[in-house]
């Protein structure tokens, strides 16, 4: 485990991990500061990848970032965590302090890769899709690493933790360098952020990587879906909630159909 805090790893410390994502609300989840070592998310930070160098870009009514996995364009830190957080030994001890045992990530575009943000940027209220629809896995667990040094709060980009109604936003965390959440991708965890201000050369960076199980027989696919703030402009959430009743509509008339995936933002697919 030499690429995490060594204060994250050991019996004693993964006892109160699991102890912790048990009891955290609205959704079970951790906040982990200096995650990863000081070495490794020094050189994720100064080699990130720059807004023109990733492929895949969402923008749309309720979102505004870039995003891409293919970790041969990106500097080698990279490949050495995503190499590591794929390891037997990390996804055992994910399965440690989460009590879900069995879990593993991929190599795919749903496996590991990286968010940023220019100014404005930002990402709806929503629930996430909770499976891999090409490798026909179910996703538990959302491991988020922030790399951004020097983070002001009045930058924005907080992660929004809410409850299931959408009446209570219980957490704000600030995307503060080499922090890490990790939270269960479930009908209990609506996350986003809202728009960021920040000043020109700044982004908002962040590592993603989802962890997977098999599918049980009665498995119940649900699609990601934005969900509307109670503070929201009407029409505003009137178009959201039109928008994503079509959109689960389509996809779904489409997994039915056998097609598996559809991004048309993805230009590493075209």
Known sequence: MGLINEAYWGADAEAKLKSDFDNAEPCRFLSLDNFLTEDLATQLYENFPGMDDLKVRRKSLNEDKAEDYHFDRFHESFSTLREFI??????????????IEGMH?????????????????????????????EKGLWRRINLL???????KDEYGGHLELWDKEMKVMHHKLAPNFNRAVIFETDDNSPHGYGKINVPEGETRKSFYT????PMPENFVYRDSRFRSRPDDNPVRKLVTNLKETAKISGKRLLKNL?????????????
């Open 210 to 213: 989802y962890f997977y199980t």
């Open 105 to 133: 990530t991929t190599t795919d575009a749903l496996g590991s890769g990286v968010h940023q943000g220019a100014n404005g940027s930002y990402v709806d209220v929503h629930v996430d899709v909770n499976m891999n629809p």
């Open 145 to 151: 690493i922030y790399l951004n040094k020097h983070w």
């Open 258 to 270: 056998g097609v598996k995936s559809l991004d048309f933002q993805d230009k590493n697919k075209k």
């Open 86 to 99: 794929k390891s037997d030994e990390f996804c055992q001890y994910m399965s440690r302090i989460t009590g």
